[in-house]
């Protein structure tokens, strides 16, 4: 996959090295030279600029790139500029950096797939995130196994856990099976929690919404991921 990572501070730059690492291409991007010139070696690619400057982030391949991370941290107004930029252009999936609860509502507002909150999560666990297309959330054993939450693809919607064969096919193992569920506050208000339904069994039959709690090594849960979602 190709991803643009911009801000090359220790969140960045470490995530960038890890995706690179991970076999793929990688454009690391900050304003300072210092730092672009630090990771040259272990980042795909490095550029030096200005990303709150539109003239200059439209010439780069946006339309090639499958996801665009805004990890600067130090300057909130560079952040929202940025991130507000890359919106306008339309990127394929715009993952921005929260500085604060304040800054997470601006990016919210402005609309972007997702967001990063570098003090509670390691880029090692974002990298992972990231290499596993269609993860809902990942937890690394090691190097090799990884526990990940991950959607239904649309094929399986509507079959149980025997019908899709996840350890005869796909050698995984389904641990639990989260089902989202509406439930109504005293004050009548409802709001949709997620229920884990306990250890899965054969016959568990599995839903449109259910995110499911699978064990494999990574490179069995990359072929299971790459079947079709809905």
Known sequence: MKYIVIGLGNFGASLAQKLTEQGNEVIGIDIDMTKVEANKEKISHTIAMDATDEFTVAGLPLRDTDIVLV???????????????????EVKRLI??????????????????????PEEETAERWAKKLYFNNV????????????????????????TVLEVGFRSKFNLLVLTIIKKVEVKSILGKTKTERQ???????????????????????????????????
Do not use: C, W
Not at 75 to 86: E, H, K, R, S
Not at 104 to 114: C, H, I, N, P, R
Not at 138 to 146: A, C, G, R, T
């Open 71 to 89: 990890a600067i941290g130090e300057d909130q107004g560079a952040n929202i500029m940025t991130t507000a930029l890359l919106k306008n252009l």
């Open 136 to 159: 809902v959330d990942s937890f690394v054993l090691n190097d090799h196994y990884s526990i990940i939450e991950a959607k239904v693809p649309n094929d399986y919607i509507g079959k």
């Open 96 to 117: 921005s950096r929260a500085i604060n609860p304040l800054h997470e509502k601006v990016l919210q507002a402005l609309g972007v797939d997702e967001i990063v909150h």
């Open 196 to 230: 884990i339904q306990g250890v899965a069994s054969a016959d568990n039959k599995l839903e449109k919404d259910n995110i499911l709690v699978l064990y494999g090594s990574n490179k069995d849960l990359q072929v299971f991921l790459k079947q079709k979602l809905r």
